[in-house]
């Protein structure tokens, strides 16, 4: 055991995007093989309280902790790559500081003081990450800090960053540097000068990075690395190179036999013994594939792929675990609105449904609002008419329901109140708790809870046990009132939660697979072990593949 926590402080320079989460993410994960217990928090110096009110469109994906906090979608990569359940607090914004502060200073805690950055907003900030290292035990917390070095927005928490590393020990403390080596297609070599920039702009506040990794396409060149090494003040040992790579779980590999935990380590002043043999055993598996399907997710937010980032890793985590490749289509889901101005935007006619047919398995991911509904509606119904694999993700397992209603129960206004408040057969309601709540922010149905599944289903089957914990996010649910009538015809309900208080799990048992969940399963999958839905639709979608499927149903 570490006897004082050491931090590691991972910023980024030149431009946003560049992967400080999958860095932090990397480092994290090869120091936790050392033996060392290790967690990440991801900085975001938005205004935001957290990220559940924000557009996914342009910030990406929101990540459901188990407590059921809203966070970035890098606490996701964390878990994914430490194989943690991470909480709110590992979450850190500008909102949730500043609010602690006026709290305490409305509370009365600082004594007459003019409250000031510096030192009440930094000392919150640093107490923040004091307190988890401490509460959790940790040997070393990875912090990384969201934005770009001179943006205005992370100063408080770069000069809070500094204190710490003024304020402990000189072995306590690491600072990680993200930065960019482009190369200019005219020109052809690897340019250094936006990384001395970006290392000049970190020191004008007071920070020395202990090391740089820099982005680039292609593998630093001994050249490129003496240029940076000289400018940056910068041992060449300590200039990592973090080149593309066909997966993102092969980046603590690349970074490993490059020597980024010797050069970490001995700073400090920490012994281990690094044993990567099981984690290049997983990483391995994302390379050399024997089969190859396609999936069309159809969604909302396509047009930024980071809006549903969980849901393409559960699939590549479901594709390896099987030995197969999946190729993936992002379909804006107002491609298959049936109005004629919509379809005519798209230059497609209203049949463009028949697309479909051509991939292994449909994906329906979460979302909100009228936009698109109806295109989600026409391709549920579509992939259960045409016995094609499908999986539908929180609003994809509710507009599900509503098709099976439309198209199967002849319920032709069926809808949900989301959508059509006024609907003479509401299939889809407000959760009665949701109605007297004015706030937006952190008041869905957020978090873990129970799920108790049938026996003789396939949710059973898939899951091989009679109770399973998901997590959640969501205002609107099933209205039991339709369930008989739904049963029916062929649907069945097959989880439910809080004592059967709320349907979980749909499926249409005769199909090849048809399955919708009201959690968030994909939150849940791991590299080396898929959540078990994901992991099953892949199975069918091969099977889908090789036998190319009988239409069983009629629309």
Not at 433 to 438: A, D, S, V
Not at 510 to 535: A, C, D, L, T, V
Request: net charge neutral.
């Amino acid at each position: 055991m570490v006897i004082h926590p050491k931090f590691i402080f991972v910023t980024g320079g030149v431009m946003s995007g560049l992967g400080k989460g999958i860095v932090t993410s990397s480092t994290a994960k090869l120091l936790q093989l050392c033996g060392l217990k290790v967690s990440c928090i991801k900085i975001d110096p938005y205004l935001n309280y957290d990220a559940g009110t924000m557009n996914p469109l342009t910030h990406g994906e929101v990540f459901v902790t188990e407590d059921g906090g809203e966070c970035d979608m890098d606490v996701g990569n964390y878990e994914r790559f430490l194989d943690v359940n991470l909480t709110i607090d590992h979450n850190i914004t500008t909102g949730r500081i500043f609010s602690n502060v006026i709290k305490s200073e409305r509370a009365g805690k600082y004594l007459g003081q003019c409250v000031q950055i510096i030192p009440h907003i930094t000392d919150e900030i640093k107490s923040q990450l004091r307190e988890i290292s401490v509460k959790e035990n940790l040997d070393v917390l990875v912090v990384e800090c969201g934005g770009t070095v001179g943006d205005i927005e992370s100063l408080p928490f770069l000069e809070a960053l500094r204190q710490m590393k003024l304020e402990d020990e000189y072995s306590d403390t690491f600072f990680i540097h993200v930065t960019l080596a482009p190369v200019l297609d005219t020109v052809g070599d690897q340019k250094t000068k936006p990384t001395q920039h970006s290392v000049q702009e970190l020191r004008r506040i007071g920070i020395q990075p202990d090391l740089l990794a820099v982005r680039c396409k292609t593998p630093l060149t001994k050249d490129t690395i003496r240029k940076i090494s000289l400018f940056a003040n910068i041992s060449p040992d300590s200039v990592m190179s973090c080149h593309d790579v066909s997966s993102i779980y092969s980046v603590p590999e690349i970074l490993y036999e490059q020597g980024i935990a010797k050069v970490i380590l001995k700073k400090l002043n920490l012994s281990y013994n690094l044993d990567i043999s099981d984690w290049k055993k997983i990483s391995k598996t994302y390379t050399g594939y024997n089969d190859h399907i396609k999936i069309a997710i159809i969604g909302k937010y396509v047009n930024l792929k980071d809006s549903y980032v969980s849901v393409y890793q559960a699939l590549l985590h479901a594709g390896a675990k099987l030995n197969t490749e999946i190729e993936i289509d992002w379909i804006d889901s107002e491609k298959f609105e049936t109005k004629d101005d919509v379809a005519l935007n798209y230059g497609i006619l209203d049949n463009s449904l028949t697309l479909l047919n051509s991939y292994d398995g449909i994906l329906v991911p979460g979302g909100f609002g009228a936009r698109g509904s109806e295109g989600i509606i026409n391709a549920s119904n579509h992939a259960r008419a045409n016995n094609i694999p499908y999986l539908g993700i929180c609003f994809g397992f509710q507009l599900a329901i509503i098709a099976f209603a439309r198209y199967v129960c002849k319920l032709s206004d069926a809808n949900t109140t989301e959508i059509n408040e006024k609907t003479s057969n509401p299939l889809i309601v407000y959760m009665p708790e949701q109605k007297h709540i004015k706030n937006l922010g952190g008041t869905m149905r957020l978090g873990l809870h129970e799920i108790e599944l049938t026996a003789d289903s396939n949710a059973f089957e898939i899951y091989q046990n009679s109770s399973i914990e998901r997590r959640h996010r969501h205002r609107y649910e099933f209205n039991q009132n339709f369930k008989e009538l739904l049963e029916k015809h062929g649907m069945r309900f097959t989880g439910s939660s809080d004592n059967k208080k709320r349907i979980e799990i749909l499926e249409i048992p005769k199909h090849m697979f048809y399955f919708g969940i009201q959690y968030h399963g994909e939150f849940h999958s791991r590299p080396g072990n898929p959540e078990p839905s994901f992991k099953h639709f892949i199975k069918a979608s091969i099977k889908k593949k090789a036998t190319k499927g009988n239409q069983i149903f009629s629309s």
